[in-house]
């Protein structure tokens, strides 16, 4: 439904932009392309729906992969299942010193340094492709990470906090129930991901087995990781399996 309702609004509203511009059709052709793209709705969204920077690096971390066409039933009811999500998640309640140390996170989230986070993102691409060579050349570094995630100091820190309360967040408002499964349904490559994602953890387990403390306290807490996408379990992936 809301896939029908924005194709006509859109449409309208082309047919509106056009006599405004003075029948311009080059330029309207532009207008009708963006206003039709219904991937480009759902990144407009979802950097909406979450607090600060932290939208827009959901609204770009998930936008590498909406860029399949909404060419059946299945996928645009799992459209209007995501926009009707995002469209009605609750506001996050965040306490102000948090919210500085959240923006600060994902602060230069500009214009200027999207290549950069581009690049990010292909970094970590890469290390899914090729993980044992990533973990090897990284050794030292991962096995810093792992003993700080899980020391005293960490799990005592404004950083541990806020990752908490954007993760049970995350997990009350049905961003692992609703958003992730329908992104399958939407994106084969978002699918790929996700697998790769889950070959890469399982190699980082066998390589780091400390790693499994760190696992330990999350199921404590009740915490998923990594915090934008959920864990990959095959048991439960059918939306990538149909694909």
């Excluded at 995630?149 to 967040?169: G, I, K, V």
């Amino acid at each position: 439904m809301h896939l029908q309702v924005h194709q006509i609004k859109a449409r309208i509203e082309c047919i509106d932009h056009l006599i405004a511009g003075g029948y311009n059709l080059a330029e309207s052709e532009i207008h009708v392309e963006r206003s039709l793209d219904e991937n480009a709705i759902i990144k407009d969204r979802l950097e909406r729906a979450f607090p600060g920077n932290y939208g827009i690096f959901l609204s770009l971390h998930f936008g590498r992969f909406l860029h399949e066409k909404i060419d059946s039933a299945e996928k645009a009811a799992a459209f209007d299942k995501i926009i009707s999500f995002l469209d009605h998640v609750e506001n996050i309640e965040i306490p102000k010193d948090l919210a500085d140390l959240l923006n600060e996170t994902y602060r230069g989230i500009e214009a200027e340094t999207l290549e950069n986070i581009a690049q990010g993102f292909h970094t970590m691409v890469q290390a899914m492709d090729h993980p044992e060579e990533y973990m090897e050349a990284n050794r030292l570094a991962i096995k810093d990470y792992l003993q700080y995630r899980t020391s005293e100091a960490y799990q005592n820190s404004p950083a541990c906090q806020l990752q908490q309360l954007l993760l049970d967040f995350q997990r009350s408002s049905g961003y692992y129930d609703i958003l992730i499964p329908n992104l399958k349904i939407l994106s084969q490559s978002y699918c790929s991901y996700l697998k790769k994602l889950h070959e890469a953890n399982e190699q980082f387990l066998q390589q780091f087995p400390e790693a499994q403390k760190l696992m330990q306290i999350q199921a404590q807490d009740s915490l998923q990781d990594p915090p934008q996408d959920s864990p990959q379990d095959p048991a439960v992936d059918k939306e990538c399996d149909k694909q």
